[in-house]
């Protein structure tokens, strides 16, 4: 084989949630009498709605008939479903032709650093989606800046230091829980006009945002569909993590530095040649998501995680901890004011203690150390014994060391 | 936004099946009266057999319900799916935990370039399948030594000269349908330990060898495993071009160069962090593809596919061509031998006097010029048209050019 890549050396052995899954299931095992609460690795765990199951029974059934068959579909994703996007999520100020259908957000992580040139530089949050630093410079092997934040909400505190470019952007927060609001957002996209910037935008947890005066989509504000590409999901938006579905926007306004050619044209070409579109039934699950019905049921849904967020954040706030998040998403940022624990030491010291598994802060940024993050995708059952557990003590009581 | 990529330069607008799609599609608007029969784009065109469908109906309904939902697989795949695909594909040779399921042979690609160091440099068979030179060369930036090889069977001629990290075998080959024999394929493994390179196996016809002189997996050839990283699929195999699902096998015997560490350990590292699993809905189909009745049912629908190849390309000999292919592969590659045409002038010729939709074989490699490919996948109706037509005349009768 070829030499290793040397930058691989600083990548642990695991990604952080098969290490927390890994953690959970030996804790498990070893102690099989404990009544586990899961609050870990951010899946869903509401089944599918019942239009978007029926839909997929439907399509499942005409892929045996000769006129139902889907073969090979547009590599972008179907015309019917990019419509449906442009139409449902943007009021169609982006168009079919800008999104592309993806199999996820990770994938098209990948998919865009293959685009960008090697030398590409990013500026980064803390804390973050933990999938872009191991991504970018752990695997990819490119400069990150590690932007100064408020490390509750992980808002980026000097935006005029910015000096990368591409600035990565999760919003509302993965983990912190916090939506920023336009008039941020809005400085952000002035400042990459001044800084020669671009914003990849993660917004795959945008359907949990309630709130009329927060932007609907980043593209409503001015210049933004030069400067942002945005990543988005169905998984957290309809429970699509088993089904694998997303999109990015790639505007046709973006421009090359120094170059007259279209970055989306070039986007599309790669797409044609690394990727063969997103499964067609999961696609098919995608347009049922977005339909009338499709949208009532799912909302349903989420509204029921980010009432599990609300009474969690409430309690652990209650008992004595720093809490961001759980308004506009289904994540709850915790940082417990009396405990000198190291992220990694908490994960434990609750896993041990409490049979809680949360996902440890540090896995979203050094600087996070000593938070851990909670998620109201968590089961009633785990959420409730959770309250339960809360309100036998007023505050925590953390041992110096675990 | 940054640069563009240097390479990108050298890139066609479109890959080359959009390109013939887009093409067929124009004609198909200017003359509407004419019978088109499709042999282009290499997409199956019968529907999923009863076994497969009746899996898939069944698991869309469990997703409805708490006790049968999937949220987040394991990113290499359910265990069940790689323990049948150990069993039926290698009869255990390759151990589960060697075997990666993913959503297509393109997006693994993609990925094993993402794993290997920037400098890694490749060989390739002409003909070839066009994504890997697309994905290395032009996307990547990589560089290639294009191996001199027999045009009709793209058989490499003289072994010894390869002087690459990764040499790219395809076989059975897509697009000349050649199938490799034991002795060829072990004599490219013992150059590839005198050679010191690896070999990148793409099987994705694997399923459409009926010769069991043929080894029925690379890794019963003595040292494979040492060195061959295989890319395989459901695509072919039973009908999944639109369910996207196939499987990488990362041999826990391969070793980097001037470095201990394990290189399977590093691409499930990746796989975490770039991908997040197949569909599972993919992942039910492909175990009932696997299952008894799944078996029996795609190897009818194989056969046909076979038979269509086979008499296509027996009416294209008796026409004049030079002719390889349906024997093992749902691909006849062919040449005129009275033709001065080019590849994409052929295509224009079949397409405007007959109402044939082929690839041209430049697609496939420059040296290929003058050669186009034609699938057996393609419907009944367009076999017999074809036939039919061939009936007509003893032997083509090419204009100059066209």
Redesign the interface.
Known sequence: ??????Y?EL?E???L??QVKARAEAFAKSKPEVKLASFG?G????????S???A??KA??E????S??????P?QGYLWLREKISDEIYQNKISPDEIFIS??A??D???I????????TFALQTPCYP?FN??IHL???KQIQYLDCELLTACPIDIESISA??LVLVNPNNPSGHLLDKQVLQSLINQSFKNNF?ILYDSAYQAFIRDENYPKSIYELEGAEEKVIEISSFSKRA?F????LGWSVISKK??????E?S?V??FR??I???????????QVAGLAALSEEGLKETTIQLNTYLHRAQILAKGLKQAGMQVSGGMHSPFVWAKPLQSQLSSWQLFDYFLHELGWICTPGSGFGKKAEGFVRFSGFASQDSVDQALSQLSSFDTFNFPKEF
Chains 1, 2 share one sequence.
């Open positions: 084989m070829p030499h290793r890549k040397s691989f990548l052995p695991n990604y949630f098969p690795i899946d869903v765990s509401l089944p599918l709605v019942s978007i199951s029926k997929l029974e499942s059934y892929m045996s008939l000769s139902g068959f889907k073969g090979y579909g590599e199999d996820g990770k994938c992580i990948a998919r650093l293959t685009w960008l040139p090697p030398k590409t999938a191991d991504a695997i990819a092997g470019d591409v671009i429970g993590t088993g089904l694998r973006l421009r090359y530095k120094g170059c050619n970055p044209d070039d070409r790669l044609q040649t690394l990727f063969n579109g997103a499964s067609y039934l999961s």
